[in-house]
């Protein structure tokens, strides 16, 4: 057989290495060297973090080329870029400038409020993300390699991530105490296909890796998603939007690994500086809240 | 029989699995007292800047160099990254590492994720340890963002290269052994079988 390129295995099997590990939001060279040196296993390459795309608002489009490639210099970890729900030509941009993932997400202004992208078409990975174990299998059934269950992005308030980490982990739960014949009529309430609701209850888990991503600002917020069940995590505007980046990177990256032992967490905690200002997602109006786009 | 892997970060769960199903107990390695007892170690694919940057921190480096010299250690990717004497193309700065094999990798040898890939490897020395229930003829292995071998010292063994002489993927120095890809992620043991081979003979 010649090597073959661009299968299913070979993108699922990046998100594989990136388990127990931290993928952390950066907008120009100086911070992402700074968070590959706080051990962060990818970076995500950006214009604006999220808490300054929810400021200054108006349209959120995928990155200028320029910015990423210069991250991609940077750095020697996997890199990742987004691109709006449904965008696949800028998902072609990036894959032809080589990021090593993309991230189709709500955070950027969705294009189509009907379809996904149909991410079969693709050498390079996609991460999308869920509220629930249908969204999480309706992405991964359009060639998803890797889930994040949404936040609310840009707020420092963890409660979204912990809302939707636990609705996904409860649904596969219940699944696994199913006869059979129930999980037909509950793949239909799932809206997902039944081939993947099947594969979920004999594995335990989501067929693909699966991090929490939004509103994670402190190291006990990523060893709180840890516990509940996710591979690992994505730390967007809370390191950068804080008063020591560099040292709250590496005591996130420290946590994740570490994320039973009350002992470390302690010690990584201590003396980190002001966290991200924040902003509670009660007091926000439902139209300002991103988790919500996706279908 | 215990076989440690060390679960800084990455795929240290298939391992664990791979580990099971041949009936090996394999404990998870994270600090320094988790060496303790074991009679080998795997160190799993994963980002070597990171698991090198938490060894560092926890006091992990000094003890994976000591337990490294004496017992059978298996690095698959990032893992064989970390085994390697010298390593090309790191990050600015370089990265910690364990050592041991003496070998020159390069690391990300293949490029970037797009052209990760799967590839049937001819490896003469598994013929030593497959069982009639395992896959026949090459080994089938999963190549993502892989380092490669670029340069091997006089006590280094080449199990494997990619087809037309290309590129050394796995080798051996004595109760060290080093794979390029991933075995965790392949469904067949029989690497993992020669690896605890490797163990049961040392």
């Known amino acids: 057989m010649e090597p073959i390129t661009g299968t299913f295995t070979v993108k699922s099997g990046l998100a594989e290495m990136l388990k127990g590990g931290v993928i952390m939001d950066v907008t120009n060279a100086e911070q992402a060297r700074i968070a590959e040196e706080a051990g962060a296993v990818a970076v995500m390459a950006l214009e604006r973090v999220p808490a300054d795309i929810r400021a200054e608002g108006g349209v959120a489009r995928m990155s200028d080329p320029e910015k990423i490639l210069e991250i991609m210099d940077a750095v020697t970890i996997p890199v990742m870029a987004k691109v709006r729900i449904g965008h696949f030509v800028e998902a072609q941009i990036l894959e032809y400038l080589g990021v090593d993932f993309i991230d189709e997400s709500e955070v950027l202004t969705p294009a189509d409020e009907e379809h996904h992208i149909n991410k079969w078409d693709f050498k390079v990975p996609f991460v999308c993300g869920c509220r629930n174990l249908g969204e999480a299998l309706r992405r991964i059934n359009e060639g998803a390699a890797m889930i994040r269950t949404k936040g609310e992005a840009g707020t420092g308030d963890v409660v979204e991530a912990v809302r939707h980490a636990r609705a996904v982990l409860g649904e596969i739960r219940r699944l696994q105490t199913m006869a059979p014949e129930e999980m037909y009529a509950y793949a239909k309430n799932l809206g997902a296909p039944y081939q993947l609701v099947k594969l979920t209850a004999e594995m335990g888990r989501l067929p693909v890796v699966n991090f929490a991503a939004g509103g994670i600002a402190t190291p006990a917020d990523a060893a709180l998603m840890m516990q509940l069940g996710v591979d690992g995590v994505f730390v967007g505007s809370g390191i950068f939007k804080s008063g020591n980046p560099a040292k709250r990177a590496a005591a996130i990256v420290k946590a994740v690994t570490h994320y039973r032992d009350p002992a470390i967490l302690a010690e990584v905690s201590r003396n980190l500086g002001e966290p991200m200002v924040g902003r509670t997602v009660e007091s926000m109006p439902e139209e300002e809240r991103i988790a919500y786009r996706g279908w | ?202």
Not at chain 2, 30 to 59: N, Q, V, W, Y
Not at chain 2, 111 to 122: I, M
Not at chain 2, 125 to 140: I, S, T
């Open chain 2, 1 to 202: 029989m215990k076989i440690g892997v060390l679960a800084l970060q990455g795929a240290f769960r298939e391992h664990i699995l791979k580990l099971q199903a041949l009936g090996v107990d394999a404990p998870e390695v994270r600090l320094p007292e988790h060496l303790d007892d074991l009679d080998a170690l795997i160190i799993p694919g994963g980002e070597s800047t990171t698991m090198g940057k938490l060894a560092e921190s926890f006091g992990l480096l000094e003890p994976l160099k000591a337990f490294t010299r004496q017992k059978p250690a298996w690095g698959t990717c990032a893992g064989l990254i970390l085994l390697a004497n010298r390593a090309v193309r790191q990050k600015k700065g370089g990265q910690p590492l364990i050592g041991g094999l003496d070998i020159t990798v390069d690391r990300n040898f293949f490029g970037r994720q797009v052209d990760s890939f799967e590839a049937d490897l001819d490896v003469p020395a598994l013929a030593e340890v497959a069982r009639p229930e395992d896959p026949d003829g090459p080994f089938h292995a999963i190549f993502i963002r892989a380092p490669a071998v670029v340069e091997v010292g006089p006590e280094v063994q080449v199990l494997a290269r990619l087809p037309e002489n290309g590129p050394i993927v796995a080798v051996r120095q004595g109760h060290l052994l080093g794979t390029a890809f991933h075995p965790e992620l392949s469904d067949d043991l029989r690497f993992h079988r020669y690896f605890l081979h490797m163990v049961q003979t040392a």
